[in-house]
Each structure stands twice: as structure tokens, then as C-alpha cells.
């Protein structure tokens, strides 16, 4: 499920069913993976997702369990003539994530009155599964909030609030960050980092390149034994210019430098993060399978140059991804 926008504004996918009374768990079971998806029902048996090709394997999904389980349904494009009218449909997805984010703010400030009142551990963080299932659910939510849900703002500023509450080790308000880069500074340099790129390094790698030098060249050491030479840049280096900072990874470093507002960049950055350091800070359910790609990466080839090249498109389609999510800055 990716949150895609529609690519035809008023063309439609619809799913038509007919669902069996017995077995008694299929209708919920369907029931809740229509809720996944975030198709919603503009008739009786009849649910809707914005045409693309993503909702269209996503009804295809549904089907197949509908009719496995002894039912009949059909899939369709639709474009409505008399009654429902685009913005109608637009509205009711709204209504329905309107809902979804609503809840998870409510979650978030309940959580936060109750964890007021609990003490505090030695590093004065306050445990709590709570936070991490309600950031899955945010993330959830907002890959089908296709038409940009009013209260999805809430909903992640009451998250932030619990998480300050809860981790205040971890959270680095804009005037603690280090201070913003020119990119003008660092055009046409040698970057430096240790040899044997992994998830972090090649995404610093990716960002450096096509966001802050374009001629930027690579340059892999061991770790043991480097001097910097006159002009290089080091990233992801004990000591380095560009490092981790805090509980930050050096990809977050880097955004926070140079692009503290590039909302997809640091979406990105939470993955990247969820990976590297293991921590489950932002718990991105994207992260398990980017990390298996990029291990596949890895194995498949020992040049790092190489390594870097095979995971430019990875990071290109994910930028892309967020980059159609994010909200305007």
C-alpha cells in the first residue's frame, strides 16, 4: 500500500462483491483487508480506491480471497455520471482517514496524561510499547491518506508531543541541531568514508551525490591507519566532518546540515535510521524489506563503488515514493 494519488481524478476502481453468510470469519476478514488498503464503500457491497495501478493489485488481492472463500466479485472502472460526484468520493476517504488520525491523537494525548504520572527511569525516559504501536498505526494511516486527511497534521504532532515526553533523550529541538551548511562549500570534493559500504554509507553516498556535490568522488579507507588528505570531506568516520551525531545516524547528519526542511529526506532518514542503528526509534515497517535489498546488495557485490551505483535507483524510487506522500513544506 503506497498512498498513491490517482492518476485520472474522477476515474475509479470499484470492487463489486457478493459474500457468502457462512463461513461468519470471511466477511471480516475481508472487512479488514479492505480497511488496509483504505478502500471505502460508496454502496452496499460496493468499495472504491483511486484508479492506479497499486489499487487495482490491491482489488485484485481481495478477490481472490473473496472467491476462495466460496463468494463472487468483480472488479471495475468507473467514472460517475449522476449522483456520486468525484468530490463526494474525495470526501468520503477523507471522512474515513479523518477518523483514523483523529483516534490515533486521542491515543497519543491519553497515553501522554498517563505517562505523566510515571516515574522515570535512570536515563529519564519512560518505557512504552504504546508509542511504537502508535507510530505503526500513523504510518499505516498515511500511506493510504490519499486525499491529504485534516487531521493528519494532529496526529503526528501528537505523536511528537508523546515522544518528548517519553524519549526526551532523543529528541533534538531545531536550536540544539547543528548548524546549516552551504552546499556551495562542498562542490567537486572526495568523500571519504570506510570501506565495505552498508545501508547508512550508501545512502549518505546517494544524498552527497545528487543533493550536495553532483562531482563529488568516492574514496573507501580502512579504518585503521587513515590521514585525511588536504581537501577530502570524511562521512561516517570516527571524527569525521559528517558522522553520527547523537542518537542520529550520519544520513540524518547530513539532512539536518543541509536540507533541515526536506520533508521526504527525513522520512527517508527514519528508515535509514530503523536500519542502521536498530534501536526501532521510528519502527517504518518499510525498513525490514529495504534492509533485505540492500543486504542482497551487498552480497552481490564487494566493490563498493559498485555497491553504491546498484542502490542509487533504490534510494532514487524511494525519494520518489516519499516525495508523493509528503506534505508541502
Same mark, same amino acid.
Given at each position: 500500500m503506497s498512498g498513491q494519488r490517482p492518476t485520472v481524478p474522477d476515474r475509479w476502481l470499484l470492487l463489486i462483491h457478493q459474500i457468502p453468510p457462512k463461513p461468519d470469519y470471511l466477511r471480516v476478514k475481508v472487512g479488514r483487508r479492505l480497511q488496509r488498503v483504505g478502500a471505502v464503500a460508496v454502496k452496499n457491497s460496493v468499495y472504491a480506491l483511486p484508479d492506479s495501478e497499486q489499487s487495482l493489485e490491491d482489488f485484485q488481492w481481495v478477490r481472490a480471497e473473496i472467491v476462495d472463500g466460496g463468494g463472487d466479485a468483480s472488479i471495475c472502472r468507473a467514472e460517475f455520471v449522476d449522483g456520486l460526484t468525484g468530490d463526494g468520493i474525495r470526501q468520503i &476517504?477523507?471522512?474515513?482517514? $479523518?477518523?483514523? &488520525?483523529?483516534?490515533?491523537?486521542?491515543? %497519543?494525548?491519553?497515553?501522554?496524561?498517563?505517562?505523566?504520572?510515571?516515574?522515570?527511569? @535512570?536515563?529519564? @525516559?519512560?518505557? $512504552?510499547?504504546?508509542?511504537? *504501536?502508535?507510530?505503526?498505526?500513523?504510518?499505516? #494511516?498515511?500511506?493510504?491518506?490519499?486525499?491529504?486527511?485534516?487531521?493528519?497534521?494532529?496526529? *503526528?504532532? @501528537?505523536?511528537?508531543?508523546?515522544? @518528548?515526553?517519553?524519549?526526551?533523550?532523543? #529528541?533534538?529541538?531545531?536550536?540544539?541541531?547543528?548548524?546549516?551548511?552551504?552546499?556551495?562549500?562542498?562542490?567537486?570534493?572526495?568523500? #571519504?568514508?570506510?570501506?565495505?559500504?552498508? #545501508?547508512?554509507?550508501?545512502?549518505?553516498?546517494?544524498?552527497?551525490?545528487? &543533493?550536495? $556535490?553532483?562531482? %563529488?568522488?568516492?574514496?573507501?579507507v580502512a579504518d585503521e591507519g587513515y590521514r585525511p588528505a588536504r581537501g577530502e570531506v570524511r562521512f561516517d568516520m570516527f571524527d569525521g566532518e559528517f558522522t553520527h551525531e547523537g542518537d542520529r545516524c550520519t544520513f540524518e547528519a547530513l539532512v539536518d546540515r543541509f536540507m533541515p526542511n526536506a520533508v521526504a529526506l527525513r522520512t527517508l532518514g527514519e528508515v535509514i535510521h530503523d536500519i542502521d542503528l536498530k534501536d526501532d526509534k521510528f519502527a517504518r515497517e518499510e525498513a525490514a524489506g529495504i534492509e533485505r535489498v540492500i543486504a542482497g546488495i551487498a552480497r552481490a557485490y564487494a566493490d563498493d563503488d559498485e555497491r553504491i551505483e546498484r542502490s542509487r535507483q533504490l534510494f532514487d524510487e524511494l525519494y520518489a515514493a516519499f516525495s508523493h506522500n509528503a506534505p508541502a513544506d
Open positions: &476517504f477523507r471522512t474515513a482517514r $479523518d477518523a483514523d &488520525f483523529a483516534a490515533i491523537a486521542t491515543a %497519543a494525548r491519553d497515553r501522554w496524561a498517563a505517562a505523566r504520572a510515571r516515574p522515570r527511569d @535512570a536515563t529519564g @525516559a519512560r518505557p $512504552d510499547d504504546e508509542l511504537t *504501536k502508535l507510530r505503526r498505526r500513523f504510518a499505516a #494511516v498515511a500511506a493510504i491518506d490519499y486525499f491529504e486527511s485534516a487531521e493528519r497534521l494532529a496526529a *503526528k504532532e @501528537a505523536i511528537e508531543i508523546l515522544e @518528548a515526553e517519553l524519549e526526551p533523550d532523543r #529528541v533534538i529541538s531545531t536550536s540544539a541541531r547543528a548548524p546549516r551548511m552551504s552546499r556551495a562549500d562542498y562542490t567537486g570534493r572526495t568523500w #571519504v568514508t570506510r570501506r565495505n559500504v552498508f #545501508v547508512d554509507r550508501m545512502a549518505s553516498a546517494w544524498l552527497i551525490r545528487r &543533493f550536495i $556535490d553532483p562531482d %563529488a568522488r568516492f574514496r573507501f
